[in-house]
């Protein structure tokens, strides 16, 4: 889901924070990460979804990002538990 400033916002059980978090900062596509993180849910999006998701690189808050003047919360940087 995405918030106010258009940054998608996960929220994830102890076992989904693991996972998500080990792919913390990888080359990896949006897609990967649901799959990775959530393959429950790969079933319920659709196939046109999918192939865009595979193709859109993910965007990590980098965890320096305060030298470039940017401000980050944990949450921000690790999905949050249920």
């Not at 102890?14 to 990775?36: A, C, F, H, P």
């Amino acid at each position: 889901m995405k918030d106010k400033s258009g940054h998608f916002k996960m929220t994830a059980n102890d076992e989904q924070l693991e996972r998500l978090n080990s792919l913390q900062g990888k080359n990896v596509s949006y897609g990967e990460v649901i799959r990775t993180v959530y393959p429950e849910a790969v079933k319920s999006i659709p196939a046109e979804v999918l192939e865009n998701m595979d193709n859109t690189p993910m965007q990590w808050i980098a965890k320096d990002a305060a030298q470039f003047g940017i401000t980050t919360t944990q949450s921000q940087l690790n999905a949050t538990r249920d």
